[in-house]
T-cell receptor, first 116, second 116 residues
Framework: AQKVTQAQTEISVVEKEDVTLDCVYE???????LFWYKQPPSGELVFLIR??????QNEISGRYSWNFQKSTSSFNFTITASQVVDSAVYFC?????????????FGSGTRLSIRP | DGGITQSPKYLFRKEGQNVTLSCEQN?????MYWYRQDPGQGLRLIYY???????QKGDIAEGYSVSREKKESFPLTVTSAQKNPTAFYLC???????????????FGPGTRLTVL
């Protein structure tokens, strides 16, 4: 069965610190996609990144970077030089090729607070 | 601007009443979804629809009903049979064409339902 675990319920750091949000997944499929979404206080989820199971290259987008390691079934998200605007709940999610429609399984989320 | 709208933003319901949450999208997406979010938990899928006039139960469909008469609209009715309806409800859509399991979902701003 597919499962996504975000063990960090809440993280609080001071602005400009780097912070890493952990995501561990379980799947029996060899073909799957992993996602990260951001949920600011306004409520709607904002898509950040999608990564397929055959592409283990790390990705960097500005202050955001993602580390995908199939050997440890992890897809961690790092924010460099954090800013107050990064405060939000972040969700990691998994979608398998064998699932019907685009059923995405979400982790329970990590609430990130950036203190000024 | 293309996007997903949900109304109302806040909704209060007396016990025993049915209420309907609106979700409209102008992204020309085929697939639409309803999720429920409870504090400290991830998103759980209530219903999804891959095409007009067709929809499928998600993981927690009991006490909810939906319709998909138009491509743009996917209203959710929370019935009196739903034992604990107080939650944050999110609507989402995705392209939904062909193998849609790898496509990201786009979310609306959500409706916060409170049962009095």
């Amino acid at each position: 069965a597919q499962k996504v675990t975000q063990a960090q319920t809440e993280i609080s750091v001071v602005e400009k610190e780097d912070v890493t949000l952990d995501c561990v997944y379980e799947t029996r499929d060899t073909t799957y996609y992993l996602f990260w979404y951001k949920q600011p206080p306004s409520g709607e989820l904002v898509f950040l990144i999608r990564r397929n199971s055959f592409d283990e290259q790390n990705e960097i987008s500005g202050r955001y970077s993602w580390n995908f390691q199939k050997s440890t079934s992890s897809f961690n998200f790092t924010i460099t030089a954090s800013q107050v605007v990064d405060s939000a709940v972040y969700f990691c999610a998994l979608s398998e090729a064998g699932s019907s429609a685009s059923k995405i399984i979400f982790g329970s989320g990590t609430r990130l607070s950036i203190r000024p | 601007d293309g996007g997903i709208t949900q109304s109302p933003k806040y909704l209060f319901r007396k016990e025993g009443q049915n209420v309907t949450l609106s979700c409209e999208q102008n992204l020309n997406h085929d697939a639409m979804y309803w999720y429920r979010q409870d504090p400290g938990q991830g998103l759980r899928l209530i219903y999804y629809s891959q095409i007009v006039n067709d929809f499928q139960k998600g993981d927690i469909a009991e006490g909810y009903s939906v319709s998909r008469e138009k491509k743009e609209s996917f209203p959710l009715t929370v019935t009196s049979a739903q034992k604990n309806p107080t939650a944050f409800y999110l609507c989402a859509s995705s392209i939904g064409q062909g193998a849609d399991w790898y496509n990201e979902q786009f979310f609306g701003p959500g409706t916060r339902l409170t049962v009095l």
